[in-house]
């Protein structure tokens, strides 16, 4: 059954389609609680019994463990006919907050929410668990940060790559990946997860791992993952891995490993300074104070092309030193918009 489905019928009304999205996700993850308390062992719990302690009816339960499989990638086995579990191993152990941590989750929910464009079953769901574990009125809002992503649309194929990326990465077990870099032409490859690096900016996670047909470090964009299939094959990611280290001149996600660094100089007009000096911007960076009461701002980063995207966002307020290449790239685009808001 697909969503499509499941959502026909109802009300048109967005608040009302967001509680049902909340409420079924409420459920599933009440049939996933009772699966893996009373169904972790090798017998697993009987479908009746979820019936039972949930007051749904078996076909509903049936539903619900497939849609746990197939939307939020749950590893659910069948033990025998009629009776299923989860690995032990899924769950993590309960957490005590102080509620300074707390809200530091809270922080980190709202950044999430600002920088998530489609639905994650995922997502809702940590946003679910941390609502019910802190105090109102933190609770409260929190809620509404999970309400806020419910509205986007559900992007079922991130969240089964995704989920078989990070169990891959939290358990040392080699990806099976099928990737389609943006060109069209598919490629299937196995991959060692060393790490999962967010980009804000593009609204987008990759992952660094060591590619093993090509016998070297690559970065893949999730979202372009067609498909992840977790395998048995076990890997160890060396100990002197550092993400830190191996993003250390990465503007956003480029790494200096397999694109040359370049030192970037930009000046900054008086009336944005402010708000260039407030920040960090980069780990290398180096600001000169500017006749006038501008100022320059100095980097080095792996390539110049996730940059300029940044630079441009400053409008005429600032000016691109060098490198040469980048100067041009940045003048090229804005004649090239000049010419367009002058026709």
């Known amino acids: 059954m697909t969503d499509a489905d499941e959502w026909a019928g109802w009300s048109d009304d967005g608040d009302d389609r967001i509680g049902r999205k909340r409420d079924r996700l409420a459920r599933l993850l009440k049939v996933a609680s009772i699966l893996y308390s009373k169904g972790s062992g090798e017998a697993g719990v009987p479908v009746a019994e979820i019936a ?161 047909p090509a016998g070297a470090m690559r970065t893949y964009k999730v979202e372009r993952i067609r498909s992840a299939t977790l395998t048995q094959d076990r890997y160890e990611i060396p100990d002197d891995f550092d993400p830190d280290a191996w993003l250390a001149n990465s503007w956003g996600i480029w790494s200096s490993d397999s694109t040359p660094t370049a030192l970037v100089r930009l000046s900054f007009d008086a009336s944005v300074a402010h708000r260039v000096r407030e920040a960090v911007w980069h780990r290398s960076q180096k600001l000169t104070e500017l006749n006038g009461g501008g100022v320059e701002l100095a980097v080095r980063v792996a390539g110049v092309v996730e940059i300029q995207p940044w630079i441009m966002s400053w409008g005429g307020a600032v000016e691109v030193l060098e490198p040469a290449e980048l100067r041009d790239a940045v003048a090229a685009s804005v004649r090239v918009a000049a010419a367009r808001y002058a026709g």
């Open 52 to 212: 039972r302690l949930t007051g749904m009816t078996t076909r509903t339960v049936y539903r619900d463990i497939r849609a746990l499989e197939e939307e939020l990638a749950v590893p659910v086995f069948a033990a025998k006919r009629g009776h299923y579990g989860i690995e032990r191993r899924f769950f993590l152990p309960p957490l005590r907050l102080s509620v300074p941590e707390a809200i530091v989750l809270f922080l980190a929910s709202r950044l999430i929410a600002r920088w998530s464009d489609q639905y994650d079953a995922a997502v809702v769901s940590a946003f679910t668990k941390l609502a019910d574990a802190l105090p109102q009125p933190i609770a409260r809002h929190v809620a509404a940060t999970m309400l806020a992503v419910g509205e986007h649309e559900s992007n079922e194929p991130f969240t089964r790559s995704f989920s078989a990326v990070a169990r891959g990465w939290a358990e040392g077990r080699v990806v099976e990946l099928v990737y389609d870099p943006g060109t069209g032409t598919k490629k299937r490859t196995r991959v060692q997860p060393y790490f999962l690096e967010p980009d804000a900016a593009l609204r987008s996670v990759y992952l660094i791992g060591f590619d093993e």
